[in-house]
Each structure stands twice: as C-alpha cells, then as structure tokens.
C-alpha cells in the first residue's frame, strides 16, 4: 500500500514509522513547515514532500491520511479533491462528514493512546477506533490498523465522540489531578515520590474491579469533618477547592449519600 501524509505532529510520526516498519510506502509529506515535512519525509524514506496547497491529486497514493489538529481537519480537508484516493483522518472528536467534500472514499483512524513523538510506543496493545464511508475505505483503514495494532474496532459517529470524550476524564483530567496532587506535595515541602504507590495501586485494582467497587476515600465514607477540614486546608487555591467539591458531590450521587 502506498500513503500520503498531511501534518507531521506526534500521530503522523507513529502512523508513518509504523506503516513504513510492515512494508508501507510513503509517497509525499505534507504540512505549514516545508522544513518539518522534509525532516519526517526522510524519515519514512519518501522523496515527496511540501506545503499543504502543493497536494494534487494522488494518483500516487492509495491512501491520504490528515493527521493535524481537530480544528484543522476541515479547512485541510477543505483544499483537497480526490478521485481515487481514500481520504482518512485520525481525531477522536472530529466527524468523517468533515472529510466527505474531498473524496467519495472516506475513513476515520483513531488511536485510543497518548501519542508523543519523544517516546513513540513500541508495544502493539494500542486500541484503534476505525469508521468507514465506503467499502473501499474499509478495506483500506482496516489494513492500515491492523499494521499498528492488534486491538481494532468500529465506532462510528456518535459512539466515537462519546469514547473520546471517556478518554478525556481517563487521560487528561486524570492528569491534571494527578498535577495538583505533585504541587501540594511540592508546595508542602513534601516528596511526591510518596504518592507513587498508591496512583499505581489504583490503577492496578481497574484492571480487575469496576471503578464504583472499588471507591474509598472519604466521600463513600460519609467523612463530613475530613471533607471539611480538606476544604480549609484548600482556602488559597480556590480553583483546587472548587475541583475537590464538585468530585465530591459526584461519588455521593453515585453511591446514593
């Protein structure tokens, strides 16, 4: 099979790479930097490469996936006219229907994962959300998938948006908590290496157990004088408060408190 690349963030590195290592070739790199799109067309070993309004048709291409921003996707999409070459485009959030206007043959791509560029994953346990428009795009975004790894799905439209939005609260907000946790321990003058096992132990016990059974911590308790004093100690940083409350009265309209 032969690609195209429009961007050159940290998914088209890992798409790109990966295609290359299971015998894909890449025909050209497209991106706003000429000189970022040359550094990862040498990469992937391609002689093509330039500005995103340098595409023509790709008759070279069996594949032309956009691997930019969410926000990009249309107005990328928006330049492109294809006749015979499948168009794919790797958001989450994003609708195939923001493709559709530039080939007939449309697909959508999503890896479930945290993607940097820095430390691109090698494992193949990476669960990939595919959605197709036509039975040659299918084929097409399957293959592709199946060349980066062994956890494939279908999840079209709706059902997409909802799985990227349940990757938000698993990835990203969990993040951002796990960041407040290190500035109280730093701004404490307490070792956040401490916390270590216990963000491990939690996510060790989600490998065998529902998130609801597996809930300690005050709220469940009904610990009113601990929430209380957690809430004082939280005085200065009104937005940290703020966070604590809210969680709070979450896990005690799931668990009926």
Same mark, same amino acid.
């Given at each position: 099979?032969?690609?195209?690349?429009?961007? =050159?963030?940290?998914?088209?590195?890992?798409?790109?790479?990966?295609?290359?290592?299971?015998? !894909? !070739?890449?025909?050209?790199?497209?991106?706003?930097?000429?000189?970022?799109?040359?550094?990862?067309?040498?990469?992937?070993?391609?002689?093509?490469?330039?500005?995103?309004?340098?595409?023509?048709?790709?008759?070279?291409?069996?594949?032309?996936?956009?691997?930019?921003?969410?926000?990009?996707?249309?107005?990328?999409?928006?330049?492109?006219? $294809?006749?015979?070459?499948?168009?794919? !485009?790797?958001?989450?959030?994003?609708?195939?229907?923001?493709?559709? @206007?530039? @080939?007939?043959?449309?697909?959508?791509?999503?890896?479930?994962?945290?993607?940097?560029?820095?430390? %691109?994953?090698?494992?193949?346990?990476?669960?990939?959300?595919?959605?197709?428009?036509?039975?040659?795009?299918?084929?097409?975004?399957?293959?592709?998938?199946?060349?980066? =790894?062994?956890?494939?799905?279908?999840?079209?439209?709706?059902?997409?948006?909802?799985?990227?939005?349940?990757?938000?609260?698993?990835?990203? $907000?969990?993040?951002? %908590?796990?960041?407040?946790?290190?500035?109280?321990?730093?701004?404490?003058?307490?070792?956040?290496?401490?916390?270590?096992?216990?963000?491990?132990? =939690?996510?060790?016990? %989600?490998?065998?157990?529902?998130?609801?059974?597996?809930?300690?911590?005050?709220?469940?308790?009904?610990?009113?004088? =601990?929430?209380?004093?957690?809430?004082?100690?939280?005085?200065?940083?009104?937005?940290?408060?703020?966070?604590?409350?809210?969680?709070?009265?979450?896990?005690?309209?799931? !668990?009926?408190?």
């Amino acid at each position: 099979m032969t690609f195209t690349i429009i961007g =050159t963030g940290n998914v088209a590195w890992f798409l790109g790479k990966r295609l290359m290592a299971a015998g !894909h !070739h890449c025909t050209g790199v497209y991106a706003r930097n000429k000189d970022a799109a040359r550094e990862l067309s040498d990469t992937l070993l391609s002689d093509g490469y330039g500005l995103i309004p340098d595409i023509k048709d790709q008759r070279d291409a069996d594949v032309c996936i956009i691997a930019v921003s969410d926000i990009a996707i249309g107005k990328v999409a928006a330049q492109l006219s $294809f006749q015979q070459t499948v168009l794919m !485009h790797t958001a989450g959030s994003v609708s195939i229907d923001a493709i559709k @206007s530039a @080939s007939k043959d449309c697909a959508v791509l999503w890896p479930v994962y945290s993607i940097q560029r820095t430390s %691109l994953p090698a494992h193949r346990n990476i669960p990939c959300a595919w959605e197709a428009g036509s039975p040659k795009a299918e084929r097409y975004v399957q293959s592709i998938g199946h060349a980066i =790894t062994d956890v494939l799905f279908e999840a079209k439209g709706e059902q997409r948006q909802w799985l990227h939005l349940s990757a938000v609260f698993a990835n990203n $907000f969990i993040n951002h %908590l796990v960041g407040i946790c290190e500035s109280i321990c730093t701004e404490n003058d307490l070792p956040f290496s401490v916390m270590q096992p216990i963000i491990e132990q =939690t996510f060790e016990k %989600l490998k065998h157990n529902h998130a609801k059974a597996v809930q300690t911590g005050p709220a469940i308790r009904r610990d009113i004088t =601990t929430i209380q004093d957690h809430l004082a100690l939280l005085g200065k940083h009104h937005d940290w408060q703020r966070i604590y409350e809210t969680i709070t009265d979450s896990i005690k309209n799931v !668990h009926n408190i």
